[in-house]
Structure formats: structure tokens, C-alpha cells
């Protein structure tokens, strides 16, 4: 057991049989996707709802049926990872590269829960490098913008060297900012940048963080 699979297995306690969930991406919830296929052998009925290709695959080779965000009116809850979460629940996305689909699904959802270990508890966001995702059209003017703002980006790149492409077809910039002071106003910053699609910023938008420990036990806490 380790600090992921802890927190995996835990978030299995947040979910009821005739739930919709959304199933959010890497390794963590790859722990939480493994649970759940276990209980539904043992009956357990969902539908899940996928943040990425990998979820997708998992999720089929495991036989937990899929919709598509498209065609769910609501969904009950999301369970999803996080690369950092400071005391306020808010956090930073999208190390996978699945920040966009993992926003989108999430603010679809009535309840979100981060699973995580506690390497991500911080008290303050911005030493992972929050991700940008960008269109490639001129996306090197939204690179020039973000150096003059000083957020010292890098063009996410895969082990071949290319340029990384998520689901969407789009690129990532990763600003190397070491601290955020202020998370909201910085979402809001780029959330206003023409060539911007989305960024790994999540704020208010987390109810309730499961946080693994190595020794397996699990800290818990939910936004008041
Ligand atoms: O945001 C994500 C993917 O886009 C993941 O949830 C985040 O990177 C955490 O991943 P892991 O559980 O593998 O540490």
C-alpha cells in the first residue's frame, strides 16, 4: 500500500449503486478505477464519465460502462487526482495532461473529491508548474506573453521530443511560477487570454480532499 492507493481505495466509500461518476485521470485514480471494478463484480452499478483516453481504456478493460459527458443531465460525483492542494481545497491540474476535460467534467458534477497522497498537500500552490493549455495556432504569441509576465513557460514536450497534444489536439505550456500568491486572480488572468483554452487552476472547486498516507491511513478533509 502506498500513500495513491490509500486515498484509490478510500473514495470507493463515496460511491452508491445507480450513481453517475465521473472518472478523473492518472495514477491515483487509477487505484480508485480498480476499487470500483472490484465492487462491481460484486453488483455495484454505475456509469462513469471519462476525463481522458487512458481513463477510457481503463475503464473498458475493466467493464465499467461509459457515457459520454454529452449525454448525462447530471453527474452525482467526480472522483478525480490533483498534482497539489493547499488548505483552502483549491489546486493545480493537469500534470497528465487532462486538465481540460477534467474542468469540464467536474463542473458537471453535484460533489467533487480529490484523491492525492501527501506529497501534494501544500500550503501554498505554484511549485508544480501549472499547466496552460493552448491552441497551436500562434501559440507561440501566447508563450511570448506569458514570458513577459514572467511565468516562465515551457512547451510540454513528449519522449520523442514533440510537442505533447492532448485529447483535444492541443498543446501545454508549463509556467514554472514556484508560488501563486493569489490562485483566483491569477484563473481569472487566464482565463481572459485569447489562445488560452483552459489551465490546471482549480479553484472552489473541490469539496472534499482524501489525502494517502504511506502507512495507509487517509486524512480527510472537506470544505465547510
Ligand atoms: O490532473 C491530472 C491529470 O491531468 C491528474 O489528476 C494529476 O496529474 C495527478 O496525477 P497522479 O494521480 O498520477 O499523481
Not at 454505475?46 to 475503464?59: D, I, R
Not at 480529490?114 to 504569441?141: C, N, T
Not at 487566464?190 to 489562445?195: A, F, I
Amino acid at each position: 500500500m502506498n500513500g495513491k492507493e490509500a486515498a484509490g481505495r478510500k473514495a470507493i466509500d463515496e460511491i452508491s449503486d445507480g450513481m453517475t461518476v465521473g472518472l478523473g485521470t492518472g495514477s491515483t485514480v487509477y487505484y480508485f478505477l480498480q476499487a470500483l471494478a472490484e465492487k462491481m463484480a460484486d453488483g455495484l452499478s454505475v456509469t462513469g464519465v471519462a476525463t481522458s483516453e487512458k481513463t477510457v481504456a481503463l475503464a473498458k478493460e475493466w467493464n465499467i460502462p461509459m457515457v459520454s459527458l454529452n449525454s448525462v443531465s447530471r453527474i452525482d460525483v467526480t472522483i478525480d487526482g490533483a498534482d497539489e492542494c493547499d488548505p483552502s481545497l483549491d489546486g493545480i491540474k493537469g500534470g497528465g495532461g487532462a486538465l481540460l476535460y477534467e474542468k469540464l467534467v467536474a463542473k458537471a458534477s453535484e460533489k467533487r473529491i480529490w484523491i492525492v497522497d501527501d506529497r501534494k498537500k501544500v500550503e501554498q500552490l505554484g511549485h508544480f508548474p501549472l499547466p496552460v493549455e493552448v491552441i497551436p495556432f500562434g501559440w507561440k504569441k501566447v508563450q511570448a506573453l506569458m514570458e513577459n509576465k514572467q511565468y516562465h513557460p515551457a512547451l510540454r514536450r513528449n519522449e520523442t521530443g514533440e510537442p505533447f497534444i492532448t485529447d483535444a489536439g492541443h498543446y501545454i505550456l508549463d509556467l514554472h511560477l514556484e508560488k501563486i500568491q493569489n490562485a483566483a486572480a491569477l484563473a481569472d488572468e487566464l482565463d481572459h487570454v485569447t489562445g488560452i483554452v483552459e489551465h490546471g487552476l482549480f479553484v472552489d472547486m473541490t469539496d472534499k480532499v482524501l489525502i494517502g498516507y504511506p502507512d495507509g491511513h487517509i486524512e480527510t478533509i472537506a470544505r465547510t
